[in-house]
């Protein structure tokens, strides 16, 4: 027995492949397939008011921007808000990220049931992954459980904090210059600024600066109000 209806969310057509090969393999035969966040949430839509909802959905992180008119960037804003119109629905990211502040925010607060990094033996380790997952188990591939065991996990520090809570509150950033001036934070310039915030979006694997905001927010890394 395994899951009957599943929707993959990858924009690369040889992991779409594989993927797809697989689920046959292990006789799945109801698999439904999307390249965009904003399609793919679509048809999440579109079978919840059907009254067929999928069970399963394997998604990425990363999507190449297809459209300016896409609303949904990432995948884990595509998990997110679809976790909220459906929270029964099973989850396991299939990805090449294994920062342990990732993992452990989609695990943690995204209730993702499933997280398997795509490498030599990714597909092996998906398949195990939705047998555990079917069985109302976490599972965790062996490499992103290696990262959720380092101990060195993002940690923010009062600057960091307060300039992305700045910026969530729409400060721009010669603003901020003028705050952190004021307030004797250094550095203060607009260039020191918009170093820390491009070192912030590498690490938080985010291509916008809103993207950064709603990933930080996501892993409980800003505050909802500063004083």
Known sequence: ?????????????????????LLKEVGIDGVNQSQFCDDAFLKIKKAINDRDPYQLLICDLSFK?????????????????????QPVI????????????????????????????KGLY???ELKKAIQEVYENKKYTCPVSTGAL??????QLNKYEKLLLELIAKGYKHEEISTYF???????????????HLSKLRDH????????????????????????
Request: one cysteine or more.
């Open 149 to 154: 065991k380092q101990k060195n996990f993002l």
């Open 204 to 227: 938080f694997n985010a291509s916008t600066t809103s993207q950064l905001i709603y990933l930080a927010s996501m892993g409980g890394f800003i505050e909802e109000s500063t004083d």
């Open 65 to 85: 921007p297809s459209s300016s008119s896409n609303k949904i960037r990432s995948g884990q804003e595509l998990i997110s808000k679809i976790k909220t119109i």
């Open 90 to 117: 099973k989850v396991i990211v299939f990805s090449v990220e294994d920062k342990p502040s990732i993992i452990k925010s989609l695990m943690d607060n995204q209730n993702v049931e499933g997280y398997v990094c």
């Open 122 to 124: 990714g597909l092996r």
């Open 181 to 195: 001036k004021s307030q004797n934070i250094t550095p203060y310039s607009k260039r020191s600024i918009e170093d």
């Open 1 to 21: 027995m395994s899951f009957k209806k599943i929707l993959v969310v990858e924009d690369t057509d040889s992991n779409n492949k594989g993927i797809i090969t």
